[in-house]
């Protein structure tokens, strides 16, 4: 069975920083983009950032320039280095892949089960 698995998540003052990581566990054939997606009450679920298994990156308006995205293929991770961080930055992060568990099977969505991140002003 397919898990993603999240840590680094806690309560920062605003300017601080903070690192997410995540791994994925289980029988894996391969894993395409993975990424990290956020979501506070009452809004809709945004993506934050995404990494292709080429090293091709994509980041949400607010966050580019303080946060940076990175993956081991190796070890099925993808990381999330977060600085300078503002109040508004406040949400559940979750982690996202798309995987293809065997050669007969297309890609799947997985998502990790959320971390809190809170920034205090």
């Known amino acids: 069975q397919v898990h993603l698995v999240e840590s680094g998540g806690g309560l920062v003052q605003a300017g601080g920083s903070l690192s997410l990581s995540c791994a994925a566990s289980g029988s894996i054939f391969a894993i395409a983009t993975m990424g990290w997606y956020r979501q506070v009450p009452g809004k809709e679920r945004e993506l934050v950032a995404t990494?292709?298994?080429?090293?091709?990156?994509r980041y949400e308006d607010s966050v580019r320039g303080r946060f940076t995205i990175s993956r081991d293929n190796a070890k099925k991770r993808v990381s999330l280095q977060m600085n300078s961080l503002k109040p508004e930055d406040t949400a559940v992060y979750y982690c996202?892949?798309?995987?293809?568990?065997?050669?007969?099977?297309?890609?799947?969505?997985?998502w990790g089960q959320g971390t809190q991140v809170t920034v205090s002003s």
């Open positions: 996202y892949a798309e995987i293809t568990l065997t050669k007969l099977r297309g890609r799947d969505d997985y």
């Open positions: 990494i292709t298994s080429g090293g091709g990156t």
